[in-house]
């Protein structure tokens, strides 16, 4: 069993930044890929961004990519999510995620088995 709990979400203006932190604790032995998604009222998790597993390869949304950073700190068992030059469009619940099968890139979420309980962020115009 794997917790995930979230943290840093909140009020920013457009063009601003905020740095969401995700920090596991149980069977974090069984933690690979690592990602965050999102999701507003009525609609789909969207995929936001994975960090493979050791190597530390990512993958990014077109949305985001070049605005936000994903990376992970193994020691601390965390995950980071820096998002700079948001959007209200970014507005949405972020969750973290934890792969138990997959330690390379995967932007499906079926592959993560292991979430979080999310954190708002919203961004306002």
């Known amino acids: 069993q794997v917790r995930l709990v979230e943290s840093g979400g909140g009020l920013a203006q457009a063009g601003g930044s905020l740095r969401l932190s995700c920090v596991a604790s149980g069977r974090v032995d069984k933690v690979y890929a690592m990602a965050w998604f999102r999701q507003t009222p009525g609609q789909e998790r969207e995929f936001v961004a994975v960090i493979s597993y050791r190597a530390g390869f990512t993958e990014y949304a077109n949305s985001v990519k070049g605005r936000f950073t994903i990376s992970r700190e193994d020691a601390k068992n965390a995950l980071y999510l820096q998002m700079d030059s948001l959007k209200s469009e970014d507005t949405a619940v972020y969750y973290c995620?934890?792969?138990?099968?997959?330690?390379?890139?995967?932007?499906?979420?079926?592959?993560?088995?292991?979430w979080g309980v999310g954190t708002q962020v919203t961004v306002s115009s």
């Open positions: 995620a934890a792969s138990h099968t997959t330690v390379g890139i995967t932007t499906i979420a079926e592959s993560f088995g292991s």
